[in-house]
């Protein structure tokens, strides 16, 4: 219950700990099987904070979610125990990994930092499209063409908390992006880094989509340089991701393969990327150097990483490259390794037949 759990938080003095979640977020569970039960980050939890469950679809959940723009999942919001939001994170985190996040969201507490921004109001006065968008009248309905706009064009107050949400949720028009990018250190005060960098990872990557459409390098530069300029984390790596994408979505494969080939000897590509871009090239590319070049990376990805998913790239690769009976051996382990591991493993099986026809 949340007036209980906010009231223990006040008794004890201690954080709230609000973990929003979803009946259908994998991540979730997996989140409640392995690091919440870990005796360290059970203990540390028991030590600094009230935990608070809420489903961020139902009920009181889907608007505790729109208050404080949780669109992705598992995600946890840290709070004073007088209810300031302090921080939030994203994502599935390991027991080690999470136990840091704990301790930075107290060491933050205990600096006396929150979010300026973010008020105590839970129902605040959104617009209807964003009840609309959100799912707080029933199923999500995406706004209209230029609803967003119109909005925006007869506010006041770019700061406000609701303003803020509709910015971050929505694509804005120019006007309000150049405002929302000139002004990023006051929005990082005021709701903190990972809802700003969210929003300026969605404005790069539309004007990534700008470039793959005109397919302009001009403007792929233009969107690096906002990555430059506003983006956190490592920005060589980051630019070489949009480079990626603008190279995978104009189809020019020499250019991917070569990037990827690079980052790969580079050490810069774990295991889930090499095959994400070894699937791409299989699905759209029909150079057959390309694909033999794909196949070589992930002979060495099976090797060390044999899941079902890469046995299943490694083996479609090997048959678009005419490797039918080294393919066929490794769509058989594909199929033990996803039976074995309860995958759906119905994709491998047609492809079997596929690689089985053309050795007959």
């Known amino acids: 219950d949340r007036h209980k759990a906010r009231s223990m938080a006040a008794e004890q003095k201690k954080m709230l700990l609000v973990d929003f979640y979803t009946d259908w977020c994998g991540w979730c ?48 919001g840290y709070f004073t125990h007088d209810g300031r939001l302090v ?17 930075n969201a107290v060491a933050q507490e205990e600096a006396g930092t929150y979010f300026e ?59 309000v992006t150049e405002f929302f990018l000139a002004n990023r250190d006051k929005y990082v005060k005021l709701y903190g880094s990972d809802d700003v960098d969210m929003k300026i990872s969605s404005i790069t990557y539309d004007r990534l989509r700008a470039a793959i459409g005109a397919k302009d390098k001009a403007l792929l530069e233009k969107a690096l340089e906002l990555s430059d300029r506003y983006g956190t984390g490592d920005k060589e790596e980051t630019r070489a991701r949009l480079t990626m994408n603008y190279y995978s979505g104009v189809k020019d494969w020499p250019a991917y393969s070569g990037m990827v080939d690079d980052a ?25 150097t390309i694909i033999t070049m794909a196949v ?48 759906e493993v119905k994709s491998t099986e047609e492809l079997l037949k596929k690689i089985r026809a053309q050795i007959q």
Request: hydrophobic fraction near 35%; aromatic fraction near 12%.
């Open 264 to 288: 790969i000897k580079a050490g810069k590509m774990n295991d889930a990327a090499v095959n994400a871009a070894a699937w791409t090239l299989y699905e759209q590319c029909d150079d057959r």
């Open 87 to 103: 921080t939030k994170s994203i994502g599935y985190q390991s027991a080690g990994d999470y136990l840091k996040t704990l301790r």
């Open 117 to 175: 921004g973010v008020t105590a109001d839970i129902n605040l006065n959104y617009p209807e499209f964003y009840l609309l968008a959100s799912g707080a009248k029933g199923e999500r309905k995406k706004p209209e063409p230029g609803v967003v706009d119109a909005y925006l064009d007869t506010q006041t107050d770019f700061f406000c908390e609701v303003n803020f949400s509709v910015i971050c949720r929505f694509k804005t028009s120019d006007k």
């Open 296 to 343: 070589g990376w992930m002979s060495k990805t099976v090797a060390t990483s044999p899941t079902y998913a890469y046995l299943d790239t490694y083996a479609a690769l090997l048959y678009k490259d005419g490797q039918h009976k080294l393919a066929e051996e490794y769509a058989l382990k594909a199929i033990e390794k996803g039976k074995s591991d309860n995958e």
């Open 29 to 76: 569970k997996e989140m409640d099987k392995t690091t919440f039960r870990d005796s360290a980050v059970v203990a540390f939890i028991n030590e600094h904070f009230v935990p608070l469950s809420i489903d961020a679809e139902k009920g009181l959940g889907i608007t505790v979610a729109m208050k404080y723009r949780v669109n992705a999942f598992p995600s946890y």
